[in-house]
């Protein structure tokens, strides 16, 4: 049975910086996109970063860029988010999701999901 188990989530005062993990388990995701999106209140669900399985090739989207990094250890079956420089518009549930179809940013190409990590940040 495959899992993907979030962490690092919290509370954080805006200006400040989290880091949040995403544990695989249950196969091995080393050669499949992985990525991540979050869902504020009322809002649908968009993709924050993706990046594909060597590493080499990233997404972000464009209120991250230069403030999200998206990262990735096969060995541990394990991708990262770093998040700097954190505003009260990025608060949000945030969900890993690993996607077989590639390299995208598209929602529905993601095949299985995490529970999901809350982050906010106060003003």
């Known amino acids: 049975q495959v899992q993907l188990v979030e962490s690092g989530g919290g509370l954080v005062q805006a200006g400040g910086s989290l880091r949040l993990s995403c544990a695989a388990a249950g196969r091995t995701f080393s050669r499949y996109t992985m990525g991540w999106f979050r869902q504020a209140p009322g809002k649908e669900r968009e993709a924050v970063a993706a990046i594909g399985w060597s590493g080499s090739i990233i997404y972000y989207a464009d209120s991250v860029k230069g403030r999200f990094t998206i990262s990735r250890d096969n060995i541990k079956n394990t991708v990262y988010l770093q998040m700097n420089s954190l505003e009260p518009e990025d608060t949000a549930v945030y969900y890993c999701?690993?996607?077989?179809?590639?390299?995208?940013?598209?929602?529905?190409?993601?095949?299985?999901w995490g529970q999901g990590t809350q982050v906010t940040v106060s003003s």
């Open positions: 999701a690993v996607g077989q179809m590639g390299m995208t940013m598209k929602r529905e190409s993601y095949d299985y």
